[in-house]
């Protein structure tokens, strides 16, 4: 019997935490920014913002950021590190190739394993130049220098490509145009506008970006992790018995793919306390607990979902009903290859699965599930399995629970502090 009740407030939105504190170090002014993600992604944005010159405090939920304006950065004495931190490393490339100086991006392994020409492509097209150490990935140097505009077509969804070119159109003080698939998220988008930038969406999906002189300082409230609220989610719609509050959820159509899904499945979730934030809707999700059933993923779908999409694969794992995704291969492009990840794991601890070229496939009936989880060093599939663990009737260990730190560094303490129970060993403080 599993009976989750009570009121969370998860971590600030990582994608605007680092976003908020790129472009306020961008602008002129003292920018106000609070309720900031303390995970080791958004210390890994500080560090590199403090290499190219920002007087940046130390990391904290509440900062003051003195802006350099956007020729203000300076040449950077060793390597950016980007730690694990793909939006890192993505968007401050974007922002270097319009300086007038070089600089090298390092990561971990896993960073060091992600595609980057989808950045080089088109920051190459506007005349910056890259130079690749080893094959896709990082280390690689990004010669900064004048760009010229741009319009491009970037073939997919993806908000860290946009916002590269976005962020160096913005430096450099030209036009660019993107186009997108399907509308990623669009939080620089929405961030630049409040600054006083001269940002339009003309058609669906194609944002245009004209050169503004300066940027103002920003004032923000972080709201909430809609992808960490997402565990939570889960949880709670999966208990026996449940009501469970998650206040203050950034609630942006571009990131509420997974409580669409949720719905789909019969999942019980409302709105309440609806405010908007910098351009976002933000407001407080109840969750009572649901009868689940089966349902089906299509690429349309995915890329306001992408993040959360190892989570709903334990759903439904853990519910016992079927799920099929399709037109997610960029999943094997992320921390880890979350399809191989996922699928894996699932058959290692009793579930029903099998992964597919751009998908998986999982299917019930329920049963308990009980085994050893290797996240892969990967942050979200821990977690997603730390859910499984904490129904009633599975036994799951996870190995190297700290990873969570990458984006949620309290989860463990939260997932106990609702439900009593906590997964992993090193993960729990106490
Ligand atoms: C992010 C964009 C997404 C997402 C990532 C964060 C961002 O990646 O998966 O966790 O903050 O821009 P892509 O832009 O590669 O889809």
Not at 81 to 91: E, K, M, P, W
Not at 164 to 190: M, N, Q
Not at 218 to 223: F, G
């Amino acid at each position: 019997m599993l009976s989750v009740r009570g009121q969370l407030r998860v971590p600030g939105d990582k994608s605007i935490s680092h976003r908020s504190l790129i472009l306020a170090a961008l602008a002129e002014g003292e920018s106000d920014i609070r309720g900031i993600s303390d995970a080791a992604d958004i210390r890994a944005t500080v560090t590199v913002l403090r290499s190219l010159g920002v007087a940046l405090p130390a990391l904290s939920t509440s900062m003051r950021v003195e802006g350099v304006g956007l020729r203000g950065l300076t040449s950077p004495r060793g390597a950016l590190d980007c730690g694990n931190s793909g939006t890192t490393a993505r968007l401050i490339a974007g922002v270097v190739a319009a300086c007038d100086f070089s600089a090298r991006f390092v990561g971990d392994e896993s960073l060091s394993r992600r595609p980057m020409k989808r950045i080089a492509e088109p920051l190459t097209a506007m005349r910056a130049r890259f130079e690749f150490e080893g094959g896709d990935g990082l280390p690689f140097i990004v010669h900064g220098g004048d760009l010229k505009s741009a319009t491009w077509n970037t073939g997919g969804s993806s908000a860290q490509v946009k916002g590269a070119i976005l962020l160096a159109g913005l430096v450099a003080g030209v036009d660019v145009r993107v186009h997108e698939k399907s509308l990623s998220r669009d939080h620089t988008e929405r961030l630049l506008r409040s600054m006083g930038a001269d940002i339009r969406v003309d058609r669906e999906n194609h944002v245009s970006l004209h050169p503004t002189a300066r940027l103002s300082p920003l004032t923000i409230d972080v709201p909430a992790d809609p992808s960490s609220a997402a565990f939570f989610v889960a949880l709670a719609s999966l208990a026996d018995e449940s009501e469970l509050v998650l206040s203050d959820v950034c609630l942006n159509s571009t990131r509420t793919g997974f409580l669409r899904a949720m719905h789909g499945m019969g999942a019980i979730i409302s709105r309440e306390d609806a405010k908007t934030c910098n351009g976002d809707e933000v407001g407080s999700l109840r969750v009572l607990p649901g009868i689940l059933t089966g349902i089906a993923i299509t690429e349309a779908e995915v890329p306001a979902l992408i993040d959360e999409l190892p989570l709903l694969a334990c759903v439904a794992a853990g519910a016992g009903v079927d799920l099929e995704i399709s037109g997610a291969e960029e999943l094997r492009a992320k921390e880890s290859d979350r399809i191989k990840t996922v699928v894996s794991n699932l058959i290692a601890i009793g579930a029903r699965a099998e992964e597919r070229k751009d998908g998986l496939r999982v299917w019930g009936p329920r049963r308990e599930l009980h085994g050893t989880i290797d996240p892969a060093g990967d942050h979200r599939i821990a977690m997603a399995f730390g859910i499984v663990g904490a129904l009633p009737g599975n036994r799951i260990k996870i190995e190297s629970p700290a990873c969570v730190s990458v984006s949620y560094p309290t989860f463990w303490n939260d997932l106990k502090r609702v439900v009593g129970y906590c997964a992993g060993s090193d993960g729990c403080s106490s």
